[in-house]
């Protein structure tokens, strides 16, 4: 039996994961959960990530908030794969924004398995928008979840028709149920029932 516990974060941003089996003995560690190319952020306003750990699968998969990469790690080795997403955010580019103008690409909650796909909500949009009718800023959730194959390959773009804040997966109800930033009733459930059983049918021709 494997538990996960995640170490604090460091000063300017990264975390890592420490894998204990079930008498509590540390097997396998990753003490910066990004990748490589993006260690350089550390101390600036785009190194956040979110991650989220599937055991049977012994993958964790990463988020970038600023840049549109998803990353999906084997648990026990170093061995990992970058998912490109639609923008190609920059670094220099991203570095020059503001909450105004600077794109949020996979955020605000982490990303959701289930035992045949990956599921991360993507903005592209601003996290900030300027309400001129009413003069405030308010916040941009993203209407768009991004599902991948446990490969890597994207399989499907939902688009969303309310800003969402959280998501959860039900595989027996074959749902999402999420928090709704701009719905009356805040709680909203998606049947995506029928789109699960065509993409499984496509992996299962492959």
Known sequence: MLRFNVLPARPGGGAGFIVLNGEGEETWHIDQIGIPEHRTLAGTELNHTLSSIHPEQNKIITTYRYFDKLVIRDLQGDSY????GPHHLEKDEQLKGDNLTRKEAYFPYYPRTD?????AEYNGFPNQIMDETLGIIRANYGRIIHMFAWNGEPVARLNMDHQLISFVIDSPGNRIIAFAADADIHIVTYDIGEILKELKQNLSNE
């Not at 794969?81 to 490109?84: A, E, M, Q, T």
């Open 115 to 119: 035992d045949h796909f990956i599921y």
């Open 81 to 84: 794969r970058v998912i490109i």
